[in-house]
């Protein structure tokens, strides 16, 4: 079954055959004003979103900063390019009706954030590389 999943502003086209996922090709997107479309069909994205961030994780090298829990993203603390100190918190996780902090594992430099704000994640999933 193939799954077009959209992470800053890039498609990818993800291919998911007995729980085995693969990433088939990558597209950039374009803003272009479009006229409403009445009822269209939502693209199931869930089974797809590890594999997107693993294709985004391999782009920036550095350590990165996984979720630890499935939840929803409630705020981002930080921002590309911003120095963090260890235990800084770089984002809220909510998980389970609570909000976790997820804190810096290291002093450094937040290379990438690839997270967005209200997007749901799984364990695993990247958010952010510290340089």
Do not use: C
């Not at 996984?66 to 120095?83: E, H, N």
């Amino acid at each position: 079954m193939k799954y077009i999943v959209t992470i800053n502003n890039k498609n990818y086209e993800v291919e998911v055959e007995k729980g085995q996922a693969t990433v088939v090709g990558t597209t950039q997107t374009v803003a272009v004003a479009a006229k409403p479309v009445e009822q269209a069909a939502p693209v199931p994205a869930a089974p797809a979103a590890a594999p997107a961030a693993a294709a985004v994780q391999q782009s920036v090298a550095g350590e990165p900063v996984k979720a630890p829990m499935p939840g929803v993203i409630l705020d981002i603390k930080v921002s590309s390019g911003a120095s963090v100190k260890k235990g800084d918190v770089l984002f809220i996780l909510e998980a389970m009706k609570m909000e976790n902090e997820i804190t810096a594992p290291k002093d450094g430099v937040v290379a990438q954030i690839s997270a967005a704000k209200g997007a749901s994640v799984v364990t695993g999933d990247l958010l952010a590389v510290l340089q």
